[in-house]
């Protein structure tokens, strides 16, 4: 079953209980889609009361609250009939393209980010419409929620697209989500699904706790993974793109990709601007004496890194291949994705990473 990985498209459904072996062949799928009453785990109440660990009822070991948080089970289904219409839907996006589409309104791009840069908004509206109609599925949900990935269709052909969510962390990339997203990245690669990455991330997590988490490690999966890519991917930078985190949701940087674009909403740059600001003139701003002058400087030197961070700004240096109207997101991607070399369906990796 795992020499699969990698090569066929797999799934496994669990309902009710699933222990010790079982566990172990759902645990090499690509997809793991369960019911709410599933109990995941690599030993059962027998052999963990063997290993001498205590009695444990069975309802007690990996329920699907568990298994959903840390990402084991990528769809929760209502029950077991979902579960195979989940499935049905999920192996669709194998089938090659579809004939037939229906595209939403465009026009709606424009308001999916605020114009009051500080307002949170809900990306998963950009991936709906971006979509052909009735045609997104979410894994994971619950687990890495710094990104969203998505299995999608633009004009009838499967894409894959992963996305930042400014309404978690302000967007920022944790482990859980560095995880994510490159195991993504490998699933998307492995079957020659093109990627479509909607950039709004102030970068990685910082602090001593995030590297508690292993972060440089996590990190670096996502890195390995944008270098090995042999799919096109689009960037789109929606808001902000901030430093390494900009670069790993553009497979390691924003000339990997066979089009990087950005919305006029779009700001690029190293680090977060404010820190930039407080860091790089904390000299001058601690020689004004006057708190309201200091702070009216502090203000004037934001606004002008803002403004050289600017989408426009940053195309005109060739950071950015374009700025586009929203509304014309779709229609610049399927153009790309049409111009862009054909690669296989099959065996692009030696396997999909598990986790």
Known sequence: MARLSGNTPSVAVVSGRCFAGN???????????????????????????????GLHRPEDIGPIEVQTANGVVDIVADDEAHAVALTKRYLSYFQGPLSTWTE??????RDVVPENRKRVYAVRDAIEILADEGTTLELRPSFGRSIVTVLARIEGRTIGVMANDPAHLGGAIDSDSADKGARFLQLCDAYGIPIVSLCDTPGFMVGPEAEETAQVRHFGRMFVAGASLSVPIVTVVLRKAVGLGAMAMSAGSFHATVATLAWPTGEVSGMGIEGAVQHGARRELESITDPAEREARYEELVARMYANSAALNAAAHHELDDVIDPADTRARIAQVLRAAPATSTRGNRPMVDTW
């Open 23 to 53: 566990a172990a062949l759902a645990g090499v799928c690509d997809v793991i889609i369960a019911t709410p009453d599933a109990n995941l785990g690599m030993a059962g109440p027998a052999m963990i009361e063997g290993g001498g660990l």
């Open 104 to 109: 939403p309104d465009q026009a709606r791009m």
